[in-house]
């Protein structure tokens, strides 16, 4: 561009050609486009952001998707999909359904809310990523497979931020209800039973993936004649089993396991193909942020489609973990992009709340996958993964880098992936660094303390201790899962705190009404967790004592023989109590109730004594002698630092 300076610079032209150079000056670096090293345009403040359209996969492997390699599968929108955005060959999930959707929605890791790898919710107090967008100004709707937790209302899809909700809480749900009561049954996609937000399933006729991909045409219909931007997702079924797919798809494949798989995932790429053609058809794909994954690896049931990848869904190798991540963004993302920078489904809540130009919830750990596509951010911190009954552990971690995996997986020494020289994740490295070994085995235990520690609310009612406890509600509470509450106290004689013997009755340690309670009465500890009644002898008076109460519950919805409870009461690190049985109450309307300590909600059995800040743990721990030693979760690594905490209440 020639800028023309034949200007007069006289007295009455001089102010005018520094302005005129200036205003050109504008035009010219203003209309530039941008630099080919930016892989994705700046997100600036418009007047109004776009719409967001998320699809989550099932079950779908790295080598379901054509555009990743594989000739043998039939992926033609999918492909077509890749290559209008930016598809990434480095996207990190979780190994199972239920944690990776808690990890998307709450953008932190799901293991510090209770997934491993199941949990019966997210509390409701917790800032999902519906919330946080509909906060923003966006409607939130939720078509397809939740899995987020069924058990209690507080933990459904129109609980968690979700304005409208069309599909099914869980697949084992998919047969209805009887008399009112779930049917808790194999999974089906023939004649599914659906439900809008939280009215009464009922029986939906055709094939589930149908059913699914025309209630989000449908939805994109009509939310393209509103003003409001959208979050629309759509969590399909397929390609999970059974391996079901619609006749018209599977007439094309042979009669066998694998040929039934392959009709399947063309299925789902036939879904998925019909609603972006729906997004364009309404004038709104200019206008639409879509996003593809799948939440885990595949099966390798069927076929090998984790290739070229070991491991596969339920195993924290590359192939459970590494999933089909693409983006398309018109006018914002390169098309054609190939990414291979390291990005993990915490990442995706941040991004969202960028594309909304809003700034996520403090607590998220995320990065915006823009910034880290553009390179304006470099990660410092390791990845975490984790699945654990408290007896059987299953644990990695990913480095910063993305070049390091360190994993234990059940049963054997732990083993070092060097994926850069090895990318298939297959071959143990851990011989030849064992300073590398050391270092990320010690920040994984470093980071399981702290992620297994429930964050509740302490607010202090007296001075010796009395208080009220609330948040993470689904959590903070017995009786689904492992859980564990940990207390020190001194008892007090009542003379000694000037209470007369006859004026002493029931002294709550902790209490939560219609829920769990723990007192001291006739000389005795009690306990009374979902109708289990434990007891064990009064500690002494004047000396600090530690109390531990640790449980496992298995509600065994989807097998009912494998339901039971194992209750344990230990009272300086001794077993005081212990009960076991298969089966319990399920007291799953009162975790919402706040938990007191040394009195109840109404002021009443108050404590004579001083009690600690409790610590709340969201697993089981075990007697030292049960302790494997791979992890720290015995009685012991917890009850010795408990009087110190009486040093935290305020006196």
């Known amino acids: 561009m020639v800028l023309n300076m034949n200007v007069g610079v006289g007295s009455r032209g001089f102010w005018f050609f520094p302005l005129l150079v200036a205003a050109l000056l504008l035009i010219y670096f203003g209309s530039r486009p941008e630099p080919e090293s930016s892989i994705v345009a700046g997100v600036t403040n418009a007047d109004r952001p776009p719409n967001i359209l998320f699809i989550i996969i099932d079950d779908m492997g790295y080598n379901d998707l054509g555009a990743n390699g594989n000739a043998s599968v039939r992926t033609p929108n999918l492909n077509q999909f890749a290559s209008e955005g930016v598809r990434f060959t480095r996207n990190y999930v979780n190994s199972s359904c239920t944690v990776t959707r808690a990890g998307i929605l709450l953008g932190v890791q799901p293991e510090s809310h209770g997934f491993r790898p199941d949990a019966i919710g997210i509390s409701p107090e917790a800032i999902t990523l519906p919330e946080t967008l509909r906060e923003a100004g966006y409607s939130t709707h939720l078509i397809g497979k939740w899995h987020v937790g069924f058990l209690s209302k507080l933990a459904w899809p129109t609980q968690q931020g979700f304005d409208t909700f069309f599909g099914f809480l869980a697949q084992n749900l998919l047969r209805g209800t009887r008399d009112g009561k779930w049917l808790i049954r194999h999974p089906t996609y023939r004649d599914p039973w659906l439900q809008h937000n939280e009215d009464e399933p009922s029986k939906h006729p055709g094939h589930l993936s149908d059913i699914l991909t025309e209630r989000a045409v449908s939805t994109i219909q009509t939310l393209a004649k509103e003003e409001q931007p959208w979050f629309l997702t759509l969590w399909t079924y397929a390609p999970h089993a059974p391996i079901d797919p619609a006749e018209r798809f599977s007439k094309t494949y042979p009669d066998t396991p694998a040929g039934k798989y392959l009709a399947l995932v063309e299925q789902v790429d036939h879904s998925v193909g019909r609603v972006l053609d729906t997004l364009r058809e309404s004038g709104l794909d200019g206008n639409t942020v879509v996003v593809v994954v799948s939440d885990n690896g595949g099966t390798n049931n069927e076929v090998d489609n984790n290739l070229p990848f070991f491991g596969s869904k339920g ?26 920078e390291v990005v993990t489904y915490l990442d995706y809540f941040p991004t969202f709340a960028d594309i909304a130009q809003i700034e996520p919830p403090a607590d998220v750990r995320g990065i915006s996958i823009f910034d880290i596509l553009n390179k304006k951010v470099e990660r410092s911190n390791n990845f975490y993964w984790e699945s654990s009954n408290s007896i059987h552990h299953s644990w990695s971690i990913l480095s910063s880098d993305g070049r390091w995996r360190l994993g234990q997986y059940f049963i054997g020494e732990p083993q070092l992936n060097d994926l850069f020289e090895y990318p298939n994740g297959d071959t143990d490295v851990v011989e030849r660094y064992p300073v590398m070994t050391k270092g990320l085995r010690e920040d994984f235990m470093q980071w399981r303390i702290e992620a297994r520690q429930v964050d509740f609310t302490y607010h202090q009612l007296t001075s010796s201790g009395a208080a009220k406890i609330g948040g993470h509600s689904l959590q903070r509470a017995p009786g689904y899962g492992g859980y564990t509450f940990a207390i020190a106290l001194v008892p007090e004689t009542p003379a000694a705190k000037g209470v007369s013997v006859s004026g002493v009755g029931r002294q709550f340690i902790a209490f939560q009404r219609d829920m769990w309670k723990l007192s001291l009465y006739d000389s005795k500890l009690h306990l009374d967790i979902n109708g289990i009644r434990l007891e064990a002898p009064a500690p002494p008076s004047g000396i600090c004592t530690s109390v531990i109460v640790t449980s496992q519950f298995n509600p065994g919805h989807v097998m009912p023989k494998t339901k039971s409870s194992l209750v344990e009461l230990y009272v300086n690190g001794e077993k005081a109590a212990e009960f076991s049985a298969k089966s319990f109450k399920d007291p799953v309307d009162a975790h919402i109730n ?8 109404e002021g009443a059995g108050r404590y ?44």
């Not at 610590?615 to 690594?637: C, M, P, T, V």
């Open 594 to 601: 706040s938990t007191f300590v040394g009195q109840n909600d």
């Open 608 to 651: 004579v004594g001083t009690l600690g800040k409790p610590l709340i743990i969201n697993e089981r721990l075990l007697a030292d002698e049960q302790d494997d030693g791979k992890i720290d979760n015995s009685i012991s690594f917890i009850e010795k630092a408990l009087c110190a905490r009486l040093e935290e209440v305020e006196t």
């Open 315 to 340: 195993t924290f190798y590359e192939g459970g973990l590494r999933t089909p991540l693409i983006i398309r963004w018109p006018g914002k993302v390169q098309p054609g992009t190939v990414t291979d």
